[in-house]
């Protein structure tokens, strides 16, 4: 057995997870291990190409289609996003980030897409959750690991320009929020909604079968149950394969709300590593200037 292998299944012996796979590649060298079962009842096997909600890894894939707007010309690093975007044209921001959310003035400047691709534009969560401004959003945002929750593209993005800005744009890094309107960007920059653009660009010149928002029927016995840690680490029940991502979400959460494989994301990750072709020479991003 090999240390992959070895690692993935001390995890499930001690209760981590129910089950996992793990996938490393060294050029044409594949490596792949999966261990364990797709519940805690051990109903099936763990397998090569079980489905996982990928949780944040969906951001990559996120970025990388704003980065396909931008070649195509359709969006600028340096322009505002209030030209798509008309509901963050005047946002307000906290006056410290410490300062209650009723205490607030104006954006210094508007936000731009690269201040979205850099986690910049002033929505996020930063290392402190307790400040105002942070609990705000994550009241707004409910769960992050359930996206399905959440309200259409326009209702969300209108409830989050209600919400102040923790830092003004371009001040300070913050976490996850910016990916969510990548995604309301790339619907409508595109003139698509953001599923078809990720599937028509993306997923299936790459062969990303199993990538997706939502889980067809006939892949549900492949889609592995989601858990969250409990009272002294037992596992709890968070979501089935006939749950949340059972049907196509009216929010789909460029942050966090994707499903895929093993395979399907070392396809995504090969052709980052190949300067934007898919095996098959399909150019599907530029290579880096």
Same mark, same amino acid.
């Given at each position: &057995?090999?240390?992959?292998?070895?690692?993935? /299944?001390?995890?499930?012996?001690?209760?981590?997870?129910?089950?996992?796979?793990?996938?490393v590649a060294r050029g044409d060298d594949v490596e792949v291990v999966a261990v364990g079962s797709v519940d805690v009842e051990g109903t099936a096997p763990m397998a090569r190409d079980s489905i996982? #909600?990928?949780?944040?890894?969906?951001?990559?894939?996120?970025?990388?289609?704003?980065?396909?707007?931008?070649?195509?010309?359709?969006?600028?690093?340096?322009?505002?996003?209030?030209?798509?975007?008309?509901?963050?044209?005047? +946002?307000?921001?906290?006056?410290?980030?410490?300062?209650?959310?009723?205490?607030?003035?104006?954006?210094?400047?508007?936000?731009?897409?690269?201040?979205?691709?850099?986690?910049?534009?002033?929505?996020?969560?930063?290392?402190?959750?307790?400040?105002?401004?942070?609990?705000?959003?994550?009241?707004?945002?409910?769960?992050?690991?359930?996206?399905?929750?959440?309200?259409?593209?326009?209702?969300?993005?209108?409830?989050?320009?209600?919400?102040?800005?923790?830092?003004?744009?371009?001040?300070?890094?913050?976490?996850?929020?910016?990916?969510?309107?990548?995604?309301?960007?790339?619907? #409508?920059?595109?003139?698509?909604?953001?599923?078809?653009?990720?599937?028509?660009?993306?997923?299936?010149?790459?062969?990303?079968?199993?990538?997706?928002?939502?889980?067809?029927?006939?892949? /549900?016995?492949?889609?592995?149950?989601?858990?969250? +840690?409990?009272?002294?680490?037992?596992?709890?029940?968070?979501?089935?394969?006939?749950?949340?991502?059972?049907?196509?979400?009216?929010?789909?959460?460029?942050?966090?709300?994707?499903?895929?494989?093993?395979?399907?994301?070392?396809?995504?990750?090969? &052709?980052?590593?190949?300067?934007?072709?898919?095996?098959?020479?399909?150019?599907?991003?530029?290579?880096?200037?």
């Open positions: &057995m090999s240390s992959l292998h070895d690692t993935l /299944r001390r995890r499930v012996d001690d209760g981590t997870v129910p089950g996992a796979v793990g996938l996982f #909600r990928i949780a944040s890894v969906s951001k990559p894939v996120t970025a990388a289609a704003v980065l396909a707007l931008v070649e195509d010309g359709r969006l600028a690093l340096d322009a505002p996003v209030e030209e798509w975007l008309p509901e963050l044209a005047k +946002p307000m921001v906290v006056r410290t980030p410490s300062s209650p959310v009723d205490d607030v003035v104006p954006a210094e400047r508007p936000v731009t897409v690269e201040d979205l691709l850099s986690f910049r534009a002033g929505w996020g969560f930063p290392d402190d959750f307790f400040l105002s401004a942070v609990q705000a959003l994550l009241a707004f945002q409910q769960d992050g690991r359930a996206p399905y929750l959440q309200p259409g593209p326009d209702e969300w993005l209108a409830a989050l320009a209600k919400i102040p800005m923790v830092r003004q744009p371009g001040a300070a890094w913050l976490y996850n929020t910016c990916s969510d309107i990548q995604g309301v960007l790339v619907a #409508r920059a595109s003139g698509s909604s953001f599923p078809d653009f990720l599937a028509e660009r993306f997923f299936g010149p790459l062969g990303m079968t199993d990538t997706g928002f939502a889980v067809p029927e006939s892949k /549900r016995s492949r889609f592995t149950t989601a858990y969250t +840690p409990g009272e002294l680490g037992a596992l709890e029940q968070a979501d089935t394969p006939d749950g949340g991502f059972s049907r196509p979400p009216a929010f789909p959460s460029g942050a966090g709300g994707l499903v895929s494989t093993a395979d399907d994301l070392l396809a995504f990750h090969r &052709m980052l590593g190949a300067n934007g072709t898919s095996p098959d020479g399909t150019r599907v991003l530029s290579p880096p200037r």
